[in-house]
C-alpha cells in the first residue's frame, strides 16, 4: 500500500477539475495515506536538484481534509496547471536510453522520490497521457530494485477527443457554457439582421463545437472532420527542420465559402436574415502553410490556433462571396469562444464523472495495484482500467484522437438539425 502519494494536474483547465482533485484525495486520505499536490504541472520538475529542491507552498501543498471542505462542486484548479513537458524530447522507446533526452524525466522521479512519493496520479489530456506513458517506460529502465513510482492516469479534456473512454468530465460544462453564448448572439443576430461567425475551442476534433451547435441552435457547424471530398484539398510545402518537400491537407476554402454562403441564402428563402456559423478553431491548423508557418508553438508541437484568429479571417472571406453573390451587404461579426467553458461550475452530471475518475484512481493504485493504466468509465458510470499499451503507439509513443464519425448518428445529428441546403 502506498504511503504517499502526489496529484499532478497539466494541461487546460476542465470543469470538474477539483471533483477529480477532491475525491481522489479524499479516498487515499480516509485509508491514512498521505497526499501532496504537485502546483502547475510538471513546471516544478524542470530546474529539480541538489541545489534547487522543491519547497511546500511554492512547489508543492500536502493536501488535508480542511482544504478538500465544499470543493466538489467549487470552480478552478486547486494546485494549478501548466504545459510544461518532460518527455517533449522522447518520441522513440530508443530514446529513453540516451541519458540527455531522459534527463528531464529523471527530474521528475528524483524530484518526487525526494519529497518520499510512491505513486503518481497523473490528470490531463492526451499529452499529458503521453507524458505518464512515459514517465512509466522510463522507469521500467532503472536499475534492478530501484524505488518504483506506480502511475495512473486520469482523462481530462472539454474537446472530449479521447480514445478509451466516452465523455471527458468537463465536456457537458463546456458545451452548456458555449451553448449559452451562441443562443444570446443568435438573439442579437436576430435583432440585427446579422451573422455572427463563431470561432469554438476544439484542436483535434470536433466534439466541443458540434455540441455547443447543437445546443445553442447554430444554423451551420464546421469542424476537421468536416474537410473531406470536395471540402479538401492539398499542397506541398518544404520542411523547415529537414528541407524535405511534403504534403499536407489543407481547407478547399472556396468549398467551404460556397457552404457558408449557401446556408446564409437558404435562410434568407425562409424569412431569415440572421444565424450563427459555428467553426472549430482546429481549422487554423488547415490553413495554408504561408499563414501559419510562424505562429508560435507550445512544448507539444501544437501551434497557437488562437493567434491566428480563424473567426477574423472567415469574417473578411465570407463578406467577400456574399457580396459576390448578391451584389448586397450583410453585418457580420467574428467571435471567438472557448476559455469561458473551461473554468464554469461542473454540471452535476460532470462533478459526478469527475468524482467516480478520483476514486477509481484510488482503487486502480491502493485496491487494484496496478501501475500504467488509464481510469475510464462506461455504462452508469462504472469504472474499468485501460492499459497504457492499448492507448499510446508503441513505436511512436503518440496518442491516437478519437474524431467525430462521418456519418454516425451525433453528425448526422447536427446535420438533421442545422439548414438543409437543396442538394
Not at 452548456?176 to 451562441?182: G, P, S, V, Y
Not at 524535405?244 to 478547399?252: A, D, G, S
Request: hydrophobic share 40%.
Amino acid at each position: 500500500m502506498p504511503k504517499k502519494v502526489a496529484i499532478l494536474f497539466a494541461g487546460g483547465p476542465a470543469p470538474a477539475a477539483n471533483a477529480v482533485i477532491s475525491a481522489a484525495a479524499v479516498s487515499f486520505l480516509r485509508r491514512g495515506i498521505e497526499v501532496i499536490g504537485i502546483k502547475n504541472g510538471y513546471s516544478p520538475f524542470e530546474k529539480f536538484g541538489p541545489d534547487q529542491p522543491l519547497v511546500e507552498g511554492k512547489h508543492y501543498i500536502t493536501i488535508d481534509h480542511p482544504i478538500l471542505k465544499r470543493t466538489r462542486n467549487s470552480q478552478g484548479i486547486l494546485i494549478g496547471t501548466a504545459r510544461t513537458n518532460p518527455g517533449k524530447n522522447i518520441s522513440h522507446p530508443s530514446h529513453l536510453d540516451d541519458l540527455k533526452l531522459r534527463a528531464p524525466l529523471q527530474r521528475v522521479y528524483d524530484g518526487l522520490r525526494s519529497l518520499g512519493v510512491d505513486g503518481l496520479i497523473s490528470i490531463g489530456g492526451d499529452d499529458t497521457l503521453k507524458t505518464a506513458n512515459k514517465f512509466k517506460l522510463f522507469q521500467d529502465r532503472l536499475p534492478a530494485g530501484s524505488p518504483r513510482i506506480p502511475v495512473i492516469h486520469l482523462p481530462k479534456t472539454i474537446d472530449n477527443d479521447y480514445r478509451g473512454i466516452d465523455f471527458t468530465f468537463g465536456y457537458f460544462t463546456a458545451v452548456d457554457e458555449l451553448a449559452t453564448e451562441i443562443l444570446n448572439l443568435l438573439y442579437d443576430a436576430d435583432a440585427n439582421r446579422a451573422y455572427f461567425i463563431v470561432e469554438c475551442m476544439g484542436r483535434s476534433a470536433g466534439w466541443l463545437a458540434y455540441g455547443a451547435a447543437i445546443a445553442g441552435e447554430a444554423s451551420l457547424v464546421m469542424s476537421v472532420e468536416d474537410i473531406i471530398g470536395r471540402y479538401r484539398s492539398e499542397e506541398s510545402y518544404t520542411d523547415p527542420k529537414t528541407g524535405e518537400v511534403k504534403t499536407r491537407p489543407i481547407l478547399n476554402i472556396d468549398a467551404v465559402l460556397d457552404l457558408i454562403v449557401g446556408t446564409m441564402l437558404a435562410r434568407e428563402k425562409d424569412g431569415k436574415e440572421y444565424g450563427v456559423i459555428v467553426l472549430a478553431e482546429g481549422l487554423s491548423e488547415l490553413l495554408p502553410m504561408e499563414i501559419i508557418k510562424d505562429v508560435s508553438r507550445d512544448d507539444h508541437g501544437h501551434i497557437a490556433v488562437a493567434e491566428v484568429r480563424l473567426h477574423e479571417r472567415m469574417v473578411k472571406l465570407i463578406d467577400q462571396r456574399y457580396t459576390e453573390k448578391t451584389g448586397r451587404k450583410r453585418r457580420l461579426r467574428g467571435v471567438q469562444l472557448g476559455y469561458t467553458g473551461r473554468c464554469g461550475r461542473p454540471t452535476a452530471f460532470d462533478a459526478m464523472l469527475g468524482s467516480q475518475l478520483g476514486v477509481g484512481a484510488f482503487r486502480a493504485l491502493e485496491e487494484q495495484k496496478l501501475d500504467g493504466v488509464m481510469v475510464s468509465i462506461k455504462g452508469q458510470l462504472e469504472l474499468c482500467y485501460v492499459p497504457f499499451e492499448d492507448l499510446v503507439d508503441p513505436q511512436t509513443l503518440v496518442t491516437v484522437v478519437r474524431h467525430i464519425e462521418p456519418g454516425s448518428d451525433f453528425h448526422r445529428l447536427a446535420r438533421f438539425l442545422e439548414t438543409q441546403l437543396s442538394s
